[in-house]
């Protein structure tokens, strides 16, 4: 069965016009969340808010609500749906800001509230870019032994910008490259013996490639080893 669309700010207004003006009678905490309320018109229901909203406008019950108030609310708790959703993204693991960006745009939000939540997240420094470009490149190297260029490519398909990636990738010298092209040649060395000889330095040389090598260091070490112990 296909859930019921979530009511647009220009559905709730409507639904507020035949309420408002008219004064607060209760405020009621949601069983579902201890930080989302209930606010009541003449104990009729209008909308639920987050306790960010209920704070922001000091709301309170016998406060008289008029339109113009409502529709600044319905836009502070629209875009404190959004902030929500992305701190919800960002408690479970890094992200780019260009990964937010396109999650939150297919949930359907605003791209104009998307982005100034995005500044507002950026400047207090819950998105940091730099930061999570160094932390990738660093896991993937060290965890998942990829390569410069792997790393490179997927950071771009991220959304981060050139300068960024190459400061995560000035991590990791010529040398420590190698040192991962000899570990892997090492740990696939059975797999790769199952071919014969004459074909075994290339499997090796595109299994390093895939991997995100570049070919300069995989040579200079394929060249070093002796071709009978490949």
Known sequence: MLRPNKPSPDDLIEKASGLLPGKISKITSQKKS??????FIDDEFLIGVSD?????FDLKPGQLLIADSFEQIIAFEHKWKIKEYLLDLLSRRDHARHELRIKATKKGYSKDDITSILEELTAKGYINNKAFAKKFASDKFHFNNWGRKKIEIELLKKGLEVHEIEEALDQFGKEESEDKVLLLISKNRARFRRVDIEKRKKKIFDFLLRKGY????????LNKIDPEKL
């Open 34 to 39: 201890t930080t989302r309320f209930s606010l």
């Open 52 to 56: 960010s909203t209920i704070t922001r």
């Open 214 to 221: 570049d070919s300069e260091s995989i040579l200079k070490v």
